[in-house]
Protein backbone atom coordinates (compact mmCIF):
# COMPACT_ATOMS: atom_id res chain seq x y z
CA UNK A 1 0.00 0.00 0.00
CA UNK A 2 3.09 2.48 0.74
CA UNK A 3 6.10 2.58 -1.31
CA UNK A 4 9.58 3.31 -0.15
CA UNK A 5 10.73 6.72 -0.78
CA UNK A 6 13.37 5.26 -2.85
CA UNK A 7 10.60 3.50 -4.78
CA UNK A 8 8.60 6.61 -4.88
CA UNK A 9 11.17 8.05 -6.84
CA UNK A 10 11.46 5.68 -9.20
CA UNK A 11 7.56 5.64 -10.22
CA UNK A 12 7.97 9.31 -10.04
CA UNK A 13 10.37 9.15 -12.64
CA UNK A 14 9.58 6.76 -14.86
CA UNK A 15 5.96 8.12 -15.36
CA UNK A 16 7.62 11.33 -16.30
CA UNK A 17 9.41 9.19 -18.48
CA UNK A 18 6.49 8.16 -20.25
CA UNK A 19 4.67 11.02 -20.50
CA UNK A 20 7.77 12.91 -22.27
CA UNK A 21 7.91 10.05 -24.43
CA UNK A 22 3.96 10.39 -24.58
CA UNK A 23 4.47 13.88 -26.15
CA UNK A 24 7.12 12.94 -28.26
CA UNK A 25 5.43 10.18 -30.00
CA UNK A 26 2.41 12.61 -30.64
CA UNK A 27 4.36 14.94 -32.34
CA UNK A 28 6.32 12.71 -34.70
CA UNK A 29 3.57 10.76 -35.91
CA UNK A 30 1.20 13.63 -36.86
CA UNK A 31 3.72 16.79 -36.68
CA UNK A 32 0.79 18.57 -34.23
CA UNK A 33 -0.38 17.87 -30.85
CA UNK A 34 -4.17 16.19 -30.25
CA UNK A 35 -6.80 18.76 -30.14
CA UNK A 36 -8.71 18.09 -26.94
CA UNK A 37 -12.63 18.49 -26.17
CA UNK A 38 -13.19 18.42 -22.15
CA UNK A 39 -17.54 17.61 -21.69
CA UNK A 40 -18.60 18.26 -18.44
CA UNK A 41 -22.18 17.40 -17.47
CA UNK A 42 -23.98 19.11 -14.44
CA UNK A 43 -25.10 16.42 -11.50
CA UNK A 44 -25.40 13.90 -13.97
CA UNK A 45 -25.06 10.72 -12.24
CA UNK A 46 -22.25 7.07 -11.89
CA UNK A 47 -25.77 5.19 -13.28
CA UNK A 48 -27.56 7.15 -15.98
CA UNK A 49 -25.76 6.04 -18.66
CA UNK A 50 -26.06 2.60 -20.67
CA UNK A 51 -22.46 2.58 -20.71
CA UNK A 52 -22.24 2.45 -16.94
CA UNK A 53 -25.21 0.04 -16.57
CA UNK A 54 -28.58 2.82 -16.95
CA UNK A 55 -31.14 1.02 -18.27
CA UNK A 56 -33.69 3.93 -18.31
CA UNK A 57 -31.91 6.67 -20.49
CA UNK A 58 -31.02 6.17 -24.31
CA UNK A 59 -27.50 6.82 -24.08
CA UNK A 60 -26.11 5.91 -27.37
CA UNK A 61 -23.43 8.68 -29.04
CA UNK A 62 -22.14 8.60 -24.98
CA UNK A 63 -21.90 5.22 -25.08
CA UNK A 64 -19.89 4.99 -28.13
CA UNK A 65 -17.19 6.89 -26.49
CA UNK A 66 -17.41 4.12 -24.27
CA UNK A 67 -17.03 1.30 -26.75
CA UNK A 68 -14.17 3.41 -29.16
CA UNK A 69 -12.01 4.59 -25.95
CA UNK A 70 -11.68 3.93 -22.04
CA UNK A 71 -14.34 4.04 -19.05
CA UNK A 72 -13.19 4.97 -15.84
CA UNK A 73 -14.62 2.86 -13.31
CA UNK A 74 -12.87 4.91 -10.24
CA UNK A 75 -13.10 8.02 -11.37
CA UNK A 76 -13.58 11.19 -8.84
CA UNK A 77 -14.43 14.95 -8.45
CA UNK A 78 -13.09 16.55 -6.30
CA UNK A 79 -15.46 18.00 -4.36
CA UNK A 80 -19.14 16.76 -4.40
CA UNK A 81 -20.82 20.59 -5.39
CA UNK A 82 -20.71 22.58 -8.44
CA UNK A 83 -18.45 25.84 -7.84
CA UNK A 84 -15.39 24.00 -5.28
CA UNK A 85 -14.84 20.67 -8.12
CA UNK A 86 -14.95 23.24 -11.40
CA UNK A 87 -12.32 25.36 -10.01
CA UNK A 88 -10.23 21.46 -8.90
CA UNK A 89 -10.80 20.41 -12.23
CA UNK A 90 -9.64 23.54 -13.98
CA UNK A 91 -6.38 23.92 -11.56
CA UNK A 92 -5.67 20.69 -10.63
CA UNK A 93 -5.74 21.52 -6.88
CA UNK A 94 -7.91 20.15 -4.31
CA UNK A 95 -10.83 23.16 -2.94
CA UNK A 96 -8.84 24.06 0.02
CA UNK A 97 -5.52 24.50 -1.46
CA UNK A 98 -7.71 27.60 -3.53
CA UNK A 99 -9.77 28.53 -0.99
CA UNK A 100 -12.60 27.52 -3.30
CA UNK A 101 -16.17 27.65 -1.50
CA UNK A 102 -18.71 24.85 -2.42
CA UNK A 103 -21.05 27.07 -4.35
CA UNK A 104 -20.65 30.16 -5.14
CA UNK A 105 -23.88 32.68 -6.26
CA UNK A 106 -24.48 34.60 -8.59
CA UNK A 107 -23.62 38.41 -8.06
CA UNK A 108 -20.90 36.83 -5.14
CA UNK A 109 -18.00 38.64 -4.20
CA UNK A 110 -15.67 35.72 -4.52
CA UNK A 111 -14.03 33.65 -7.55
CA UNK A 112 -11.22 31.61 -8.74
CA UNK A 113 -7.96 33.95 -7.99
CA UNK A 114 -6.43 35.11 -11.85
CA UNK A 115 -3.40 34.21 -10.24
CA UNK A 116 -4.20 30.48 -10.38
CA UNK A 117 -3.41 28.25 -13.63
CA UNK A 118 -5.53 26.55 -15.74
CA UNK A 119 -5.98 23.62 -17.87
CA UNK A 120 -6.78 26.45 -20.78
CA UNK A 121 -3.42 28.73 -19.42
CA UNK A 122 -1.53 25.51 -19.53
CA UNK A 123 -2.73 24.73 -23.33
CA UNK A 124 -2.50 28.22 -24.54
CA UNK A 125 1.39 28.53 -23.40
CA UNK A 126 1.59 25.75 -26.24
CA UNK A 127 0.23 27.56 -28.88
CA UNK A 128 -3.53 26.11 -28.61
CA UNK A 129 -6.53 28.39 -28.88
CA UNK A 130 -9.21 28.09 -26.39
CA UNK A 131 -13.02 28.53 -26.15
CA UNK A 132 -15.18 27.59 -22.75
CA UNK A 133 -18.86 26.96 -23.72
CA UNK A 134 -21.77 26.98 -21.00
CA UNK A 135 -21.46 27.15 -17.56
CA UNK A 136 -18.80 28.74 -15.44
CA UNK A 137 -19.63 28.79 -11.85
CA UNK A 138 -16.06 29.84 -10.32
CA UNK A 139 -17.08 33.74 -10.13
CA UNK A 140 -19.51 35.98 -12.21
CA UNK A 141 -16.54 39.13 -12.05
CA UNK A 142 -15.42 40.20 -15.41
CA UNK A 143 -11.95 40.01 -13.50
CA UNK A 144 -12.77 36.04 -12.99
CA UNK A 145 -14.54 34.84 -15.76
CA UNK A 146 -13.20 32.39 -18.61
CA UNK A 147 -10.92 35.39 -20.66
CA UNK A 148 -9.86 36.01 -17.66
CA UNK A 149 -8.33 32.90 -17.33
CA UNK A 150 -6.59 31.01 -20.36
CA UNK A 151 -10.14 31.36 -22.93
CA UNK A 152 -9.24 32.99 -25.74
CA UNK A 153 -13.59 33.02 -25.84
CA UNK A 154 -16.76 32.16 -23.90
CA UNK A 155 -20.43 31.50 -24.46
CA UNK A 156 -22.40 30.46 -21.64
CA UNK A 157 -24.32 31.43 -18.38
CA UNK A 158 -21.68 32.04 -15.62
CA UNK A 159 -23.45 30.41 -12.41
CA UNK A 160 -25.91 27.67 -11.87
CA UNK A 161 -29.20 27.58 -14.35
CA UNK A 162 -31.49 28.17 -11.33
CA UNK A 163 -30.24 30.97 -9.60
CA UNK A 164 -31.37 34.41 -9.83
CA UNK A 165 -35.10 33.45 -10.11
CA UNK A 166 -37.46 36.35 -10.01
CA UNK A 167 -40.31 34.30 -9.06
CA UNK A 168 -41.15 32.93 -5.77
CA UNK A 169 -41.13 29.20 -6.93
CA UNK A 170 -38.17 27.36 -4.87
CA UNK A 171 -36.31 23.85 -6.26
CA UNK A 172 -38.98 21.59 -4.29
CA UNK A 173 -39.95 18.88 -6.56
CA UNK A 174 -43.35 20.13 -6.85
CA UNK A 175 -41.77 23.32 -8.11
CA UNK A 176 -39.83 21.74 -10.53
CA UNK A 177 -43.12 19.59 -11.75
CA UNK A 178 -44.77 22.99 -12.44
CA UNK A 179 -41.54 24.77 -14.05
CA UNK A 180 -41.44 21.50 -16.38
CA UNK A 181 -45.00 21.09 -17.51
CA UNK A 182 -45.63 24.87 -17.94
CA UNK A 183 -41.73 25.30 -19.66
CA UNK A 184 -41.36 28.65 -17.45
CA UNK A 185 -37.57 29.35 -18.48
CA UNK A 186 -38.99 33.08 -17.58
CA UNK A 187 -39.50 32.94 -13.94
CA UNK A 188 -35.24 32.98 -13.96
CA UNK A 189 -33.20 36.55 -14.89
CA UNK A 190 -29.73 34.09 -15.69
CA UNK A 191 -27.89 35.63 -18.47
CA UNK A 192 -25.91 34.27 -21.19
CA UNK A 193 -22.91 35.71 -21.79
CA UNK A 194 -20.21 36.25 -25.37
CA UNK A 195 -16.72 36.43 -23.41
CA UNK A 196 -17.95 39.69 -21.07
CA UNK A 197 -21.22 40.98 -22.87
CA UNK A 198 -24.46 39.82 -21.61
CA UNK A 199 -26.31 39.16 -25.06
CA UNK A 200 -29.07 37.71 -23.46
CA UNK A 201 -31.31 38.06 -19.99
CA UNK A 202 -33.53 35.94 -19.35
CA UNK A 203 -31.44 32.51 -21.21
CA UNK A 204 -34.30 30.77 -23.19
CA UNK A 205 -33.61 27.32 -21.20
CA UNK A 206 -35.58 25.46 -23.44
CA UNK A 207 -32.85 25.72 -26.30
CA UNK A 208 -29.64 26.17 -24.18
CA UNK A 209 -28.03 22.66 -24.42
CA UNK A 210 -28.46 23.07 -28.43
CA UNK A 211 -27.16 26.35 -28.69
CA UNK A 212 -23.96 25.34 -26.76
CA UNK A 213 -23.66 22.62 -28.90
CA UNK A 214 -23.78 24.95 -31.94
CA UNK A 215 -21.25 27.33 -30.43
CA UNK A 216 -18.81 24.11 -30.27
CA UNK A 217 -19.24 23.13 -33.79
CA UNK A 218 -18.68 26.46 -35.17
CA UNK A 219 -15.53 26.44 -32.87
CA UNK A 220 -14.26 22.87 -34.03
CA UNK A 221 -14.86 23.66 -38.00
CA UNK A 222 -13.02 26.74 -37.73
CA UNK A 223 -9.99 26.85 -39.73
CA UNK A 224 -6.27 27.02 -38.54
CA UNK A 225 -3.15 24.81 -38.31
CA UNK A 226 -3.35 25.36 -34.41
CA UNK A 227 -4.46 22.44 -32.19
CA UNK A 228 -7.66 23.66 -30.18
CA UNK A 229 -8.51 22.89 -26.21
CA UNK A 230 -12.67 23.35 -26.10
CA UNK A 231 -14.35 23.18 -22.66
CA UNK A 232 -17.78 22.40 -23.09
CA UNK A 233 -19.77 22.63 -19.87
CA UNK A 234 -23.36 21.75 -19.94
CA UNK A 235 -26.08 23.35 -17.56
CA UNK A 236 -27.43 20.19 -17.31
CA UNK A 237 -29.30 18.28 -16.07
CA UNK A 238 -28.96 20.27 -12.71
CA UNK A 239 -32.30 21.87 -12.25
CA UNK A 240 -34.40 23.03 -13.18
CA UNK A 241 -34.85 21.06 -16.68
CA UNK A 242 -35.49 22.01 -20.03
CA UNK A 243 -35.84 21.08 -23.54
CA UNK A 244 -36.41 21.95 -27.10
CA UNK A 245 -40.64 21.94 -27.50
CA UNK A 246 -40.31 19.22 -29.94
CA UNK A 247 -38.56 17.08 -27.50
CA UNK A 248 -40.92 17.73 -24.35
CA UNK A 249 -43.05 15.74 -22.91
CA UNK A 250 -45.70 17.35 -20.26
CA UNK A 251 -44.90 14.56 -18.01
CA UNK A 252 -42.33 15.82 -15.22
CA UNK A 253 -41.41 12.31 -14.24
CA UNK A 254 -39.73 12.11 -17.76
CA UNK A 255 -38.25 15.22 -17.68
CA UNK A 256 -34.54 14.28 -16.44
CA UNK A 257 -35.22 11.32 -18.83
CA UNK A 258 -35.43 13.53 -21.91
CA UNK A 259 -33.14 16.20 -20.72
CA UNK A 260 -30.06 13.71 -20.49
CA UNK A 261 -30.75 12.33 -23.81
CA UNK A 262 -30.73 15.82 -25.36
CA UNK A 263 -27.19 16.15 -24.42
CA UNK A 264 -26.95 12.46 -25.61
CA UNK A 265 -27.74 13.62 -28.58
CA UNK A 266 -25.58 16.60 -28.66
CA UNK A 267 -22.75 14.80 -28.33
CA UNK A 268 -23.98 12.69 -30.89
CA UNK A 269 -23.75 16.10 -33.18
CA UNK A 270 -19.95 17.09 -31.92
CA UNK A 271 -19.14 13.90 -32.52
CA UNK A 272 -19.95 14.25 -36.65
CA UNK A 273 -18.84 17.39 -36.64
CA UNK A 274 -15.18 16.13 -35.51
CA UNK A 275 -15.64 13.59 -38.25
CA UNK A 276 -16.57 16.41 -40.78
CA UNK A 277 -13.91 18.48 -39.98
CA UNK A 278 -11.05 16.03 -40.38
CA UNK A 279 -10.13 15.95 -36.95
CA UNK A 280 -11.45 13.51 -35.31
CA UNK A 281 -8.29 11.24 -35.02
CA UNK A 282 -6.14 14.29 -33.85
CA UNK A 283 -8.98 14.35 -30.69
CA UNK A 284 -8.97 13.53 -26.89
CA UNK A 285 -12.50 14.02 -25.92
CA UNK A 286 -12.99 13.45 -22.19
CA UNK A 287 -16.46 13.16 -20.56
CA UNK A 288 -17.61 13.49 -17.44
CA UNK A 289 -19.68 15.18 -14.83
CA UNK A 290 -18.73 17.75 -12.03
CA UNK A 291 -20.37 15.92 -8.88
CA UNK A 292 -23.18 12.95 -8.27
CA UNK A 293 -26.72 13.59 -8.43
CA UNK A 294 -28.84 15.69 -6.52
CA UNK A 295 -30.93 12.75 -5.35
CA UNK A 296 -33.37 14.91 -3.50
CA UNK A 297 -35.43 16.16 -6.53
CA UNK A 298 -36.47 12.65 -7.34
CA UNK A 299 -37.54 12.54 -10.62
CA UNK A 300 -35.64 15.51 -11.67
CA UNK A 301 -32.43 14.16 -10.33
CA UNK A 302 -30.55 11.29 -11.93
CA UNK A 303 -29.40 7.92 -10.64
CA UNK A 304 -26.07 6.75 -8.28
CA UNK A 305 -26.12 3.19 -9.97
CA UNK A 306 -25.69 1.75 -6.93
CA UNK A 307 -23.34 3.45 -5.49
CA UNK A 308 -24.45 5.33 -1.85
CA UNK A 309 -25.67 8.59 -1.94
CA UNK A 310 -25.15 11.58 -3.89
CA UNK A 311 -24.54 15.28 -4.22
CA UNK A 312 -23.47 17.44 -1.43
CA UNK A 313 -22.13 13.97 0.21
CA UNK A 314 -18.81 12.44 0.66
CA UNK A 315 -20.32 9.14 0.01
CA UNK A 316 -19.29 7.46 -3.13
CA UNK A 317 -22.54 8.28 -5.13
CA UNK A 318 -21.83 12.14 -4.25
CA UNK A 319 -17.57 11.86 -5.36
CA UNK A 320 -17.43 9.14 -8.17
CA UNK A 321 -18.37 10.18 -11.60
CA UNK A 322 -18.84 8.52 -15.14
CA UNK A 323 -15.85 9.53 -17.30
CA UNK A 324 -14.77 7.97 -20.83
CA UNK A 325 -11.79 9.04 -22.48
CA UNK A 326 -11.39 8.49 -26.37
CA UNK A 327 -8.32 9.15 -28.45
CA UNK A 328 -8.41 7.02 -31.96
CA UNK A 329 -5.37 5.21 -32.48
CA UNK A 330 -3.97 6.04 -29.02
CA UNK A 331 -6.27 4.64 -26.68
CA UNK A 332 -7.88 0.90 -26.84
CA UNK A 333 -11.02 0.64 -28.21
CA UNK A 334 -13.36 -0.96 -25.08
CA UNK A 335 -10.49 -0.60 -22.26
CA UNK A 336 -11.99 -0.77 -19.05
CA UNK A 337 -9.97 1.28 -15.90
CA UNK A 338 -10.62 0.05 -12.42
CA UNK A 339 -7.92 2.19 -10.37
CA UNK A 340 -8.28 5.24 -8.80
CA UNK A 341 -8.26 8.67 -11.10
CA UNK A 342 -9.60 12.13 -10.29
CA UNK A 343 -10.51 15.19 -11.84
CA UNK A 344 -7.47 16.94 -10.37
CA UNK A 345 -5.02 14.93 -12.75
CA UNK A 346 -6.57 16.23 -15.57
CA UNK A 347 -4.42 19.72 -15.92
CA UNK A 348 -1.05 17.53 -15.37
CA UNK A 349 -1.90 14.59 -17.88
CA UNK A 350 -3.19 17.30 -20.50
CA UNK A 351 0.10 19.71 -19.72
CA UNK A 352 2.27 16.39 -20.38
CA UNK A 353 0.40 15.24 -23.12
CA UNK A 354 0.83 18.64 -24.79
CA UNK A 355 4.85 18.90 -23.40
CA UNK A 356 3.71 21.84 -21.49
CA UNK A 357 4.98 23.20 -17.95
CA UNK A 358 3.17 22.59 -14.59
CA UNK A 359 2.02 25.77 -12.97
CA UNK A 360 4.95 27.38 -10.66
CA UNK A 361 2.59 27.06 -7.67
CA UNK A 362 1.83 23.02 -5.97
CA UNK A 363 -0.73 21.64 -7.51
CA UNK A 364 -2.41 17.98 -6.30
CA UNK A 365 -2.91 16.22 -9.27
CA UNK A 366 -0.93 13.72 -10.86
CA UNK A 367 0.09 12.87 -14.44
CA UNK A 368 -2.17 9.71 -15.29
CA UNK A 369 -1.07 9.80 -18.68
CA UNK A 370 1.14 6.58 -19.30
CA UNK A 371 -2.70 4.71 -17.81
CA UNK A 372 -4.51 6.11 -21.61
CA UNK A 373 -2.03 4.36 -24.07
CA UNK A 374 -0.55 1.94 -22.26
CA UNK A 375 -2.97 -1.10 -20.62
CA UNK A 376 0.14 -2.35 -18.44
CA UNK A 377 0.79 1.03 -16.90
CA UNK A 378 0.34 1.59 -12.93
CA UNK A 379 -1.33 4.50 -12.08
CA UNK A 380 0.51 6.87 -9.38
CA UNK A 381 -2.86 7.94 -8.34
CA UNK A 382 -3.42 4.81 -6.93
CA UNK A 383 -0.34 5.53 -4.66
CA UNK A 384 -0.43 8.96 -3.99
CA UNK A 385 -4.58 8.40 -2.57
CA UNK A 386 -7.10 10.71 -3.03
CA UNK A 387 -8.66 13.17 0.16
CA UNK A 388 -12.75 14.07 -0.05
CA UNK A 389 -13.41 17.55 1.34
CA UNK A 390 -16.79 18.90 2.81
CA UNK A 391 -16.70 22.38 4.05
CA UNK A 392 -13.11 23.33 3.83
CA UNK A 393 -11.99 19.79 5.97
CA UNK A 394 -11.01 16.34 5.38
CA UNK A 395 -13.98 14.31 6.12
CA UNK A 396 -12.52 10.72 3.97
CA UNK A 397 -9.69 9.91 2.63
CA UNK A 398 -9.30 6.55 -0.50
CA UNK A 399 -5.88 4.60 -0.73
CA UNK A 400 -5.80 1.80 -3.00
CA UNK A 401 -8.95 -0.15 -2.28
CA UNK A 402 -9.81 1.37 1.18
CA UNK A 403 -12.02 4.20 1.98
CA UNK A 404 -11.82 6.12 5.71
CA UNK A 405 -14.93 8.32 6.21
CA UNK A 406 -15.44 10.40 8.88
CA UNK A 407 -18.85 11.56 10.06
CA UNK A 408 -19.45 14.03 13.16
CA UNK A 409 -22.41 12.51 15.30
CA UNK A 410 -23.32 14.49 18.59
CA UNK A 411 -20.07 15.92 18.63
CA UNK A 412 -18.42 13.17 18.43
CA UNK A 413 -16.51 12.14 15.43
CA UNK A 414 -17.35 8.35 14.19
CA UNK A 415 -15.24 6.70 11.79
CA UNK A 416 -16.30 4.58 8.55
CA UNK A 417 -14.40 2.26 6.79
CA UNK A 418 -15.27 0.77 3.58
CA UNK A 419 -13.39 -1.94 1.07
CA UNK A 420 -14.52 0.19 -2.02
CA UNK A 421 -13.64 -3.00 -4.38
CA UNK A 422 -15.91 -5.77 -2.62
CA UNK A 423 -18.60 -3.14 -0.91
CA UNK A 424 -18.70 0.38 -3.52
CA UNK A 425 -21.82 0.83 -2.32
CA UNK A 426 -21.04 1.66 1.66
CA UNK A 427 -22.75 -0.52 3.38
CA UNK A 428 -20.72 -2.82 5.74
CA UNK A 429 -18.83 -0.66 8.24
CA UNK A 430 -15.31 -2.65 8.71
CA UNK A 431 -14.06 -0.18 11.53
CA UNK A 432 -13.88 -2.62 14.17
CA UNK A 433 -12.33 -5.81 12.02
CA UNK A 434 -9.80 -3.53 10.74
CA UNK A 435 -8.13 -1.03 13.06
CA UNK A 436 -4.66 -0.90 11.75
CA UNK A 437 -6.30 -0.03 8.27
CA UNK A 438 -7.99 2.62 10.27
CA UNK A 439 -5.08 3.74 11.87
CA UNK A 440 -3.13 4.18 8.78
CA UNK A 441 -5.79 6.16 6.59
CA UNK A 442 -6.15 8.55 9.70
CA UNK A 443 -2.48 8.84 9.54
CA UNK A 444 -2.27 9.47 5.64
CA UNK A 445 -5.36 11.77 5.56
CA UNK A 446 -3.97 14.38 8.13
CA UNK A 447 -0.66 14.55 6.77
CA UNK A 448 -1.77 14.87 3.48
CA UNK A 449 -4.35 17.85 4.87
CA UNK A 450 -1.64 19.52 6.80
CA UNK A 451 0.37 19.71 3.25
CA UNK A 452 -2.46 21.37 1.34
CA UNK A 453 -3.46 23.63 4.28
CA UNK A 454 0.56 24.30 4.22
CA UNK A 455 0.32 25.80 0.51
CA UNK A 456 -3.11 27.72 0.82
CA UNK A 457 -3.82 30.53 -1.44
CA UNK A 458 -6.31 33.31 -1.39
CA UNK A 459 -9.47 33.03 -3.46
CA UNK A 460 -9.54 36.52 -5.25
CA UNK A 461 -12.66 38.54 -3.69
CA UNK A 462 -14.08 41.56 -4.52
CA UNK A 463 -12.96 44.68 -2.48
CA UNK A 464 -15.32 47.80 -1.74
Not at 376 to 391: D, F, H, T, V
Request: hydrophobic share 35%; aromatic share 8%.
Amino acid sequence: MKLGKAGARFLCATTGMASLLLALAVRAETDRLPDIVLIVCDDLGYGDLGCYGGRVIETPNIDRLAAEGMRFTDFYSAYCLCSASRAALLTGCYPPRISMPGVIGARARVGLHPDETTIAEVLRSRGYRTSCIGKWHVGDAAAVLPTAQGFDRYFGIPYSNDMLRRKPWGNEVQDLDRIWQNKRWDIYANELYRDTTVVESPVDQRTITRRYTEEAVRFVREEGDEPFFLYLAHSMPHVPLFVPDELWDPDPRRAYELTVEHIDEMTGVLLDALEESGRDRETLLIFTSDNGPWLSKHHHGGSSGGLRAGKGTTYEGGMRVPCLMRWPGRIEAGRVYREVVATIDLLPTLAAIAGAELPPRPIDGVDVGPVLTDPSASSPREERGLLYYKMGRPVSARLGKWKLRRQRVDLKVRSELYDLEADPGETDNLTGRHPRIVDLLEEFLETEHRKVKAGQRDAWRKRG
